[in-house]
């Protein structure tokens, strides 16, 4: 089993900067997908970063430029710098892990965090 434990949200003035941290214990897998979702009130809950283990990245078209998705293997964390934030990025952020413990492996597995609170406000 796998736990997420979130960390860094809160409460910015437009323009300025959160990074937001997902640590994870427990199973490693070799193959995995991990990604920052975010879900407004009313809204439903949308991709804005995934980092896979061999490295590659993307990003939802209203991230780009502005967020980046890293991780540290040392700690077993994925962070999120977000910077230039406005206020239309105000959601609530959950981290997911998507993994495998090998290649030919038929079991999946999904996780998600708690949640984080983001509001971007004046």
């Known amino acids: 089993q796998v736990q997420l434990v979130e960390s860094g949200g809160g409460l910015v003035q437009p323009g300025g900067s959160l990074r937001l941290s997902c640590a994870a214990s427990g199973r490693l897998f070799s193959i995995y997908v991990m990604g920052w979702y975010r879900q407004a009130p009313g809204k439903q809950r949308d991709l804005v970063a995934t980092i896979t283990n061999g490295g590659s990245v993307n990003y939802a078209d209203s991230a780009k430029g502005r967020f980046t998705i890293s991780r540290d293997n040392a700690k077993n964390t994925v962070y999120l710098q977000m910077n230039s934030l406005k206020p239309e990025d105000t959601a609530v952020y959950y981290c997911?892990?998507?993994?495998?413990?090998?290649?030919?492996?038929?079991?999946?597995?999904?996780?998600w965090g708690q949640g984080l609170q983001v509001t971007v406000s004046s």
């Open positions: 997911n892990l998507w993994g495998k413990e090998g290649l030919l492996a038929k079991q999946e597995y999904d996780y």
